[in-house]
């Protein structure tokens, strides 16, 4: 990749419930006189990459996110802190449906070099019960929390009961049980 070349952007894609991804692409670090430095200066990426299940709320919470799951709802802290470099200023946090989308870019000068960035992508998808139109998202500086309804709370269930009970043929049952 030359110096013209713009930076590549990594697409979002949608992860499976309980999975969060964190999508790096190698950002390139240009000196000021590149005709004095004929090798490109390479930053090293910035990535994290959690592939395992979020923990529940029986279970130990990850040092990025926690979720919890509850009768009715669904509650999901995330600590931004947890990517070191990153002001609140350089992080846009959004959900859309049941997706949860946070982009941090930092861009940062150095004395011997033209410029340094470095950028992290995550999409967290909530849980399949997740009611999409009920999902609100607070922030606090670093700190996002995410609460959803469960769709399966409160909806009616149909069950047939029968009595099974062996009884002679001349026993009538009346009433009940």
Sequence with gaps: ?????????TPHT????HEVHALHTPHEVHAPHEAHMPHEVHMPPFSHTHTGPMKTKSEEPTALAKLETLLDHYKLSFDLKFFAGFQPKDCNVEVKERDLIIDC????????????????????????????????????????????????YGKPLSMAICDVTPRANDVVVVGGF
């Design 1 to 9: 990749m030359d110096s013209h070349t713009p930076h590549p952007h």
């Design 105 to 152: 870019e930092k861009h940062h000068k150095h004395e011997s070099l033209d410029h340094g960035f470095i950028e992290v992508h995550i999409i967290y998808r909530l849980p399949e019960d997740a009611d999409p139109a009920s999902v609100k998202m607070m922030r606090d500086g670093m700190k996002v929390k995410v609460e959803a309804e469960r769709l399966s």
């Design 14 to 17: 949608p992860h499976t419930p």
